[in-house]
Nanobody
Framework: QVQLVESGGGLVQPGGSLRLSCAASGSIFSINTMGWYRQAPGKQRELVALINSGGSTNYADSVKGRFTISRDNAKNTVYLQMNSLKLEDTAVYYC????????????WGQGTQVTVSS
């Protein structure tokens, strides 16, 4: 079992920045790829960014150039730096780990709300 705890969400104006954190605990030896998904009201959950244990990253086209995913393996923590936030970035952001060798999510965090509003 892996437990994921997110923090860092909140209310920000358009153009502003936020940094999300996700701390993993439990069977962390099984963790390779971690990432972030988000779900806006009335929409399906969508992938935002992934990072593997070697530091390779993938981003959704909608956040490329604005969001940066990183991780601190010593702290078992993954981060999502979000800059130039737009109204459409408003969503609940979920941290996750992928099942080893797959693109399927193994564990989810509880989610943290990000609201972009003027």
């Amino acid at each position: 079992q892996v437990q994921l705890v997110e923090s860092g969400g909140g209310l920000v104006q358009p153009g502003g920045s936020l940094r999300l954190s996700c701390a993993a605990s439990g069977s962390i030896f099984s963790i390779n790829t971690m990432g972030w998904y988000r779900q806006a009201p009335g929409k399906q959950r969508e992938l935002v960014a992934l990072i593997n244990s070697g530091g390779s990253t993938n981003y959704a086209d909608s956040v490329k150039g604005r969001f940066t995913i990183s991780r601190d393996n010593a702290k078992n923590t993954v981060y999502l730096q979000m800059n130039s936030l737009k109204l459409e970035d408003t969503a609940v952001y979920y941290c996750c780990t992928l099942r080893p060798g797959t693109l399927y999510v193994g564990y989810w965090g509880q989610g943290t709300q990000v609201t972009v509003s003027s």
